[in-house]
């Protein structure tokens, strides 16, 4: 069967999730196709972080971080089971930056965002104060100041919820083979499990992230190809350094950046790098010369030392930045970037952030207006992600009703479910009254009920999908488990389900 759509979007990463959930909130019909599955690439190797980006401003981003900072509000509203305020402690290096700058810095970041729903900074000296014991001796002050935390792959997920509740066709595992303009539309072939099928579109989105060049030359085949520059960032993830629920971010000569930020209640994640990547675009990992650079940028902040040894996972990703005449990665802007061609109705998009997906996604759909003069009007801003439409937008508030309810549920497992699902929690936890009624315990505190839910309803399919994009718990499952898992996967998976798509 043919499929027929307005827009068809490459890439399931979150600026291709984000379109699909505007446009088809505005009445498009929306076919997503991603080769792998959801979030696989980039859009789940962030720090995890919904931020301005403060370094920023030392590059005159005024209005890049102005964005992030607002849409970081917009976020806490429409998603406050996934973005969660945390305090960021940045100790004062007077050889790097002196403090009247940082102080600047920090005032102008929290003025930036026009109701902030986060505190505001302060100065802190570490003599007496909690934040100051894990640093070496030779920091004496510094300062807090607050950003917010997310899980990147569940955000990607909320985002293709949105586009499927608005009627979108989401297919994972699916890669397109060619794109033909021909007879005033798109011809797409698409292959999934070595079957070729064919659909076409009045209009086209390349959100194909770093493979948005390959998109260009391979599948596409225009004729002035948008040209990118790729950096690659990597995070180091390590036995808790720390106690405490508060982050650090750290400065280096280089100008860059290194944030430490609490992880799955045992871990500390450290990360990112900047590094230009020229290489295989499916071959993207850590280096060992990473590796180092963040051991080392640890051992010159805090007590406890850290080597490679200490290092029990690592995960890199890749950004596709604009080209701008730039040789410091850490310099190239974070903004996006559109390049539209109306005669073959192709849009690219280039860049972008976690934080600004909304805007970005927004902005891309309203360039789509000539096109379709029909389309609604904007309208993700005040609407709730799905699992966001919680008591007053106050999680805690939330969380308390949710326990309450499900007061059988052990306090790890209910925070994990509130956290992770919002209020579609209770699409897999409906008519269960004990642990016993989630069927077989897994791993971890992953039942059987979770799985066939992410099978079924988020485009789950493997032992990876569910551990390391949907549940985040890839670390604390063995090696047998996961095989049970990817054994249990596919018993599910071969049974009827309501979701829709591949996967």
């Not at 019909?29 to 401003?57: F, M, P, Q």
């Not at 930036?112 to 934040?131: C, E, M, N, T, Y």
């Not at 060619?178 to 086209?204: G, R």
């Not at 990665?329 to 559109?338: E, G, N």
Request: charged share 25%; aromatic share 10%; hydrophobic share 40%.
């Amino acid at each position: 069967m043919e499929l027929t759509s307005d827009l068809f979007i490459i890439g399931g990463g979150i600026n291709g999730a984000g379109i699909a959930a505007d446009a088809a909130g505005r009445g498009l019909s929306v076919v997503l196709c991603e080769r792998n599955d959801l979030a696989s690439a980039t859009s789940s190797a962030s720090s995890k972080l919904i931020h301005g980006g403060l370094r920023y401003l030392e590059n005159y981003q005024f209005s890049l971080v102005r964005n992030a900072l607002q849409e970081r509000e917009i976020l806490l509203h429409r998603a406050p089971h996934l973005v969660f305020p945390l305090e960021f402690i940045l100790p004062y290096e007077k050889h790097l930056r002196p403090a009247w700058m940082m102080r600047i810095g920090l005032f102008l970041y929290d003025h930036l965002a026009s109701h902030p729903l986060v505190r505001s900074s302060k100065k802190i000296d570490f003599h007496d104060d909690q934040r100051g014991l894990p640093l070496t001796s030779e920091f004496d002050f510094g300062f807090s100041y607050y950003d917010c935390a997310t899980d990147d792959a569940r955000l990607v997920i909320a985002n293709a919820l949105s586009a499927k509740d608005n009627g979108a066709t989401i297919l994972t595992h699916t890669e397109v083979v060619s794109a033909n303009y021909e007879n005033s539309q798109w011809k797409i072939q698409l292959k999934h499990a070595d079957k070729i099928t064919t659909c076409t579109a009045k209009v086209l989105v390349n959100a194909a992230g770093p493979w948005v060049e390959q998109v260009q030359k391979n599948v596409i085949h225009v004729s002035n190809p948008f040209s990118v520059k790729l950096v690659k960032g990597s995070h180091i993830i390590i036995p808790r350094l720390y106690s405490g629920d508060f982050a650090y971010i750290l400065q280096n000569p280089d100008q860059r950046v290194v944030f430490a930020i609490p992880y799955q209640h045992d871990f500390t994640l450290i990360g990112t790098t900047d590094v230009p990547f020229t290489l295989d675009t499916d071959k993207i990992k850590i280096t060992s010369e990473e590796e180092t650079y963040l051991c080392d940028t640890i051992n010159q902040y805090f007590k406890k030392s850290i080597s490679r040894k200490d290092i029990i996972h690592s995960y890199a990703g890749v950004r596709c930045l604009q080209n701008e005449n730039e040789n410091n990665p850490a310099k190239l802007s974070r903004d996006f970037k559109f390049q539209l061609n109306a005669e073959t109705p192709l849009l690219t998009i280039i860049s972008g952030k976690l934080t600004t997906h909304r805007l970005l996604s927004e902005k891309a759909v309203d360039k789509l207006r000539q096109f379709f003069p029909q389309m609604k009007k904007a309208w993700t801003k005040d609407k709730p992600l799905p699992g966001g439409d919680i008591c007053e937008k106050d999680f805690s508030i939330y969380l308390k009703k949710f326990k309450d309810k499900y007061s059988w549920l052990p306090e790890k497992l209910a925070v994990r479910y509130a956290k992770n699902y919002g209020t579609r929690a209770e699409l897999f936890l409906q008519n269960a009254t004990s642990l016993s009624d989630l069927g077989k315990k897994i791993g971890a505190d992953l039942y059987q009920k979770e799985v066939a839910y992410l099978i079924q309803q988020e485009w789950a399919l493997t032992a990876e999908d569910i551990l390391w994009r949907r549940t985040k718990l890839g670390l604390t499952f063995s090696l047998n488990e996961v095989e049970e898992l990817d054994q249990l996967c596919k018993i599910i998976a071969s049974q009827p389900s309501s979701g829709d798509g591949h996967g």
